[in-house]
């Protein structure tokens, strides 16, 4: 039950000269309070994100989940897990592994999927690789690969819907997109295509190997999705939280040394303590400097910062103001 919440009065209004406002019969007023059954905000993106599940699931006959092991995909689970409780969640899971992923959060992957009995499909960025369907970058990174095993997973195993994490404070290109973001028969988006979704009303309708791109967290930011971790208690990989780790400096970012190709002459190694605001490849993602060992710790950090976690940590996203939004033309999420 949400605490009650009485509106505070000036002295204008109560028993100053300048005349009462609703004391007309020389009594007080009562004072306004908030519904009990008034939701949280929090309790409301849960509602939003869970009514977005259950749509999907009576309306789309494949859809999957992407989930990754990072905190987005993670929220996104334990959402689905508590719209179909007690039953099981009706739709598997699908990971993009580029191959340069942080091996804790493989590990929180694969121990989630079991914990819970879920299906897994993993499209591996490596295996177009070894097979010349895709070349190694001359930077290293792997994250625009992913768009040809993402889409081709998509056309193989049909999925009509295809559940992201996305969040419309994160970049630019992704506060563009309606909850339901249609795609074509090649993955391909569209802007002008957008729906109108007044009143949550979600146009699910799609021609024969197009499928629709679900996002129910649009609405939720960096900080409420870690208020949220916190309220329910959600396990998280530890690298989110701070811990001692061995970077190097490129482009004003700590980088994790690895295969992948860092770090390079001129770029020392380094003993910090840092963190991680988002997880992928990690040629890529950089580390923030952080002693936030903490859910509250970093909650606190995060509503101090000014940057986005894409801005702050993600070298792709840096490489122009449409680097995304020309990504997701391609069939990237």
Not at 44 to 72: C, M, T, W, Y
Not at 117 to 136: F, K, M, N, P
Not at 309 to 325: C, P, V, Y
Request: charged residues 30%.
């Amino acid at each position: 039950m949400t605490p009650t919440a009485t509106t505070a009065r000036g002295s204008h209004g109560e028993h100053g000269s300048h005349g009462s406002h609703g004391e007309h019969d020389g009594h007080r007023a009562p004072a306004q309070t908030r519904s009990p059954y008034a939701l949280s905000h929090l309790d409301a993106l849960e509602s939003e994100a869970v009514h977005i599940f259950r749509e999907v699931a009576g309306e789309f006959e494949r859809p999957v989940i992407l989930f990754s092991g990072g905190k987005d995909s993670i929220v996104m689970l334990h959402l689905a897990l508590k719209a179909f409780a007690p039953a099981a969640v009706p739709f598997t899971l699908l990971h993009v592994d580029t191959g340069h992923n942080f091996p804790e959060v493989l590990d929180y992957r694969d121990r989630t999927v079991a914990r819970h009995g879920l299906r897994l499909h993993i499209a591996s960025v490596q295996d177009y690789i070894d097979r010349g369907v895709l070349r190694e970058r001359p930077d290293g990174t792997r994250n625009p690969l992913q768009t040809v095993p993402l889409t081709e997973a998509i056309q193989q195993h049909r999925f009509d819907a295809v559940f992201g994490g996305g969040r419309r404070d994160e970049e630019k290109a992704r506060a563009k997109e309606r909850v339901f973001s249609l795609r074509d028969e090649f993955s391909q988006w569209d802007p002008r295509r957008q729906r109108p979704e007044l009143w949550q009303l979600y146009n699910g309708r799609h021609a024969p190997g197009e499928h629709v791109r679900v996002f129910p967290l649009s609405n939720w930011t960096e900080l409420d999705v870690w208020q949220y971790i916190a309220r329910e208690a959600i396990e998280l990989p530890r690298i989110y939280f701070a811990h001692e780790r061995e970077v190097f400096q490129r482009s004003g970012m700590w980088l994790t040394p690895g295969d992948w190709g860092g770090p390079k002459d001129g770029e020392p190694l380094e003993r910090r303590l840092v963190r991680y605001r988002t997880v992928g490849d990690m040629s890529c993602t950089g580390a923030v400097d952080s002693d936030a060992v903490t859910l509250d710790a970093v909650i606190t950090e995060i509503a101090a910062s000014r940057l986005t976690e894409r801005g702050a940590t993600r070298a792709d996203d840096k490489l122009s103001e449409a680097a995304m939004e020309d990504r997701k033309r391609e069939g990237y999420f």
